[in-house]
């Protein structure tokens, strides 16, 4: 690793890998060298289940300002359905 | 140098190897067919793995007529493909540096023992590749030659040391034993120009031999064709440079 900067969260739903659906159990979520983004660093967030093995996951490679933005809105998302009352 | 009318063959298997505490790992082997004797490289891969990449890369110096081994340092991590099983690593905050050093260590034997080895190692790396060459050309005895492409984390602050990294590379320089060629971007954040002077500084402090080049308009991983990092002009006089460093320190 160049950067080692990882950190990991376990996570509860559902990814779409290459062999369809799984049980996801964990994101890992780096700032490091990403494989296809074009971008020295990227923040990586990797779900996966480790107990199916290395292909069970669902990759995504963000810039900096797209993980910001990223973020927020999912915060905002999250914001208006506990005001709605779905939460 | 090759010429049109010359026999050329290589042959390229994967092998195994014993690396680390004694594990047996995979790694990919190339060499030029004929009784030798050849001298030898170790490539330690970068992060994104054990990929095409660094299996062109195995081809590239034994068409150069070196014995290549190129050891799969994530076989621990499991199977799968390249992006998948480094994903993984990299989701564990990478590799022990003892375990990287161990493996490369066994691959430099093993190379060492072939019967068409005229006994010369050399190894190289690039990105996190680079940093484990220079670790192993340290800590493990028996290498004559190193080249570290733009090997980000030689020098390391304080806080990033951990129980994976205890010790900062650059921390190893007077136990240096062979010469070394470092190939770096002026652009390159990791390592910075600043960290490659740091580094200089203490090969200069310890009269290590050395011969860094350090490339303008390049940043990280200038020799990757396949991204968009690629620098021509540069990466084909890096090249030039690591060859001609090679030949004249394991001939």
């Known amino acids: ?87 | 140098m090759y010429r049109t009318d010359m026999y050329e063959g290589l042959l390229a298997e994967t092998v195994t190897i014993n690396g680390a505490n004694g594990d047996q790992i995979n790694a990919y082997f190339a060499r030029p067919l004929g009784p030798g004797p050849f001298p030898a490289m170790v490539l330690a891969h970068h992060m994104p793995g054990w990929d095409q990449w660094y299996r062109e890369a195995t081809f590239k110096f034994a068409h150069q007529g070196y014995i290549t081994i190129t050891p799969n340092l994530y076989f621990r991590a499991g199977h799968g493909t390249p992006e998948d099983v480094s994903a993984k690593v990299r989701g564990e905050g990478g590799l022990p540096d003892d375990q990287a050093v161990g493996d490369l260590a066994g691959a430099m034997q093993y190379v060492r023992g072939l019967p068409f080895s005229s006994g010369k190692v050399g190894i190289f790396g690039t990105c996190s590749g680079g940093r484990h060459a220079y670790l192993t050309a340290c800590r493990a005895s028996g290498l004559d030659a190193v080249v570290d492409c733009w090997g980000g984390g030689v020098v390391m602050p304080q806080e990033n040391l951990s129980s994976k990294s205890p010790v900062a590379p650059i921390d190893y320089t007077k136990d240096l034993p062979c010469p070394i060629l470092g190939i770096f971007g002026n652009e390159d954040s990791h390592p910075s120009p600043e960290q490659v002077n740091q580094h200089e500084a203490e090969l200069k402090k310890h009269g290590k031999p050395y011969e860094f080049h350090r490339y303008d308009g390049a940043g990280h991983g200038f020799f990757y064709y396949h991204r968009p990092a690629y620098r021509q002009e540069q990466a084909v006089d890096g090249w030039e440079k690591i060859f001609a460093f090679l030949e004249k320190n394991l001939s």
Do not use: Y
């Not at chain 1, 296809?36 to 995504?60: C, K, M, W, Y």
């Open chain 1, 1 to 87: 690793m160049c950067t080692m900067i990882v950190e990991k969260v376990k996570v509860a739903g559902s990814g779409k890998g290459t062999s369809g659906w799984f049980q996801l159990e964990q994101a890992n979520v780096s700032f490091d060298h990403p494989f296809n983004a074009p971008l020295e660093h990227a923040l990586n967030i990797d779900f996966v289940n480790e107990s199916q093995g290395t292909s069970a996951r669902v990759a995504v490679e963000l810039s900096e300002q797209a993980a910001r933005d990223l973020v927020k809105t999912i915060l905002a998302v999250l914001d208006r359905a506990e005001a709605g009352g779905h939460l």
